[in-house]
């Protein structure tokens, strides 16, 4: 096994254990309970599990998706999330090397994540969450234009939100998904933000079509363009630029 390969082995297993603690997230913050306390149980039979019961993916398989003490079925999203933030962190490292910040960045995009999640399952975006996930993009060496980016972003989106509820005498635009194109505007600075802001409507036409009624999240349409701009800014504003100029 290669160098490479061997610290990306050991970021993919620091990753899904930073999952793990997603799930906690992500099933208690919206819930108003503690991240901390008590320790985790079965959510069916309230029973506290033992450390081995916890560790990330590998406890699902062996226990066969079910609760040690009563079998009742454990929800997928685990070792789901789990994974996933595992291959995160990888992608992430692969982008930008061992450097100083890329714990920070990857910290910002779990946050994001965590976002996503809740926002499917509860169609609430909270904000300490949403201010963790800022304030870890906000974390890099060239900090000052991160934090002007975040303002300039934050500010115009919260300005056609405005404008938007103005004209429809109704809000057309939450306070989250200004916090989050400020952590957009961190993370990917200009004119990758506008990048990011049209990949994500492209992604949501779909679904916003086909579930018109209810209605769908945007922040996960964000979060998701925005990890893909990040992943590829240099190829992203090249055709930004193709687009502006020809």
Not at 201 to 220: K, M, S
């Amino acid at each position: 096994m290669t160098e490479t390969a061997l610290i990306a082995f050991v970021i993919f297993i620091f990753g899904t254990l930073i999952g793990s603690f997603l799930n906690v997230v992500i099933y208690r913050i919206p819930k108003g309970e503690s991240i901390v306390f008590p320790a985790s149980k079965c959510q069916s039979c309230q029973t506290p599990l033992k450390w081995w019961h916890n560790i990330p993916i590998v406890s699902w398989l062996l226990l066969r998706g079910k609760c040690y003490f009563c079998h009742e079925k454990i929800s997928a999203q685990y070792p789901v999330v789990e994974f996933f933030t595992g291959v995160l962190f990888v992608l992430l490292y692969m982008k930008l090397g061992l450097v100083w910040y890329l714990p920070f960045a990857a910290a910002s995009f779990a946050a994001l994540f965590a976002l996503v999640m809740i926002d499917f399952k509860y169609m609430a975006v909270p904000d300490n969450v949403n201010f963790a996930a800022l304030i870890f993009a906000l974390i890099q060496p060239d900090f000052l234009h991160a934090a002007l980016y975040a303002a300039i972003a934050a500010g115009g989106l919260w300005l056609i939100g405005l404008f938007s509820s103005l004209i429809a005498r109704r809000q057309a635009m939450g306070g989250a998904d200004v916090i989050v194109a400020g952590t957009m505007g961190a993370l990917l600075g200009f004119p990758n933000f506008f990048a990011a802001l049209f990949l994500s409507a492209i992604l949501a036409i779909i679904p916003a079509l086909l579930y018109r009624e209810r209605g769908v999240p945007f922040v996960p349409f964000l979060a998701l363009a925005t990890f893909i701009v990040y992943l590829y800014s240099t190829e992203a504003a090249q055709l930004l630029e193709k687009i502006i100029y020809g």
